[in-house]
């Protein structure tokens, strides 16, 4: 069970506005580069002020409006005729660079290790690699759990809100990262095996 199975019914909620973008002009690429420039600016103000614990708030809600936005290039890529290869190599790039620069700002906030939070980033970029793997060998690109882009997104908006919130995280979560680089591996050795299978 991955939150990624929820997304139909996201871009079914999401149609009438992406019809209307499409009329605007908008194009697929633009809001692909559009939400990578805003995680990037997110990602190095929490980067750098890792204490001013308040403006975590603003994490969850970007994660969710990224979300959105991601589904909104993808549907204006397919119900538009605005695919193209230069809009595939954006998608997955800017898609890694975004995570990294969210999912960073947790290195520098107690009690989680630099460690631990440097290997979810790494095996994140993993998991996000194993998928687009499958393109390469006919199977098309897999989204597999347990611990997928929107599982993520779930996880890292959940721990800043309560960071927000708290103004601290709890010792006893010190080794969630740690568990969730498990789930991670998971979700690679998932997204290989079901690859292989239906290459069978």
Not at 1 to 11: E, H
Not at 26 to 32: F, K, L
Not at 35 to 42: P, Q
Not at 87 to 95: K, Q
Request: charged share 10%; hydrophobic share 50%; proline share 4%.
């Amino acid at each position: 069970m991955s939150i990624y199975q929820l997304k139909p019914a996201f871009q079914n909620l999401l149609r009438p506005l992406v019809r209307q973008l499409a009329q605007w002009g908008v194009t697929a690429n633009s809001v692909t580069l559009f939400a990578c420039v805003l995680s990037l600016f997110l990602g190095m103000l929490l980067t750098l002020l890792p204490s001013v614990s308040g403006l975590f708030y603003l994490l969850p809600i970007w994660l969710f409006l990224r979300m959105a936005l991601n589904a909104i290039d993808g549907m204006l890529a397919r119900e538009f005729n605005q695919k193209s290869h230069l809009g595939g190599y954006l998608n997955e790039i800017t898609d890694v660079v975004s995570d990294t620069a969210l999912y960073l700002p947790f290195a520098f906030i107690v009690p989680f290790s630099a460690t631990s939070v440097m290997g979810f980033i790494f095996f994140a970029i993993m998991t996000e690699f194993c998928g687009v793997l499958g393109h390469i060998h006919g199977n098309g690109r897999h989204y597999d759990g347990p611990l997928g882009k929107s599982d993520r997104a779930f996880l890292i908006g959940t721990l800043g809100l309560a960071y927000a919130y708290f103004g601290s995280i709890p010792a006893y979560l010190s080794s969630l990262f740690w568990f969730a680089n498990l789930l991670l591996m998971l979700t690679c050795y998932r997204r290989v095996k079901n690859g292989l299978n239906l290459s069978k």
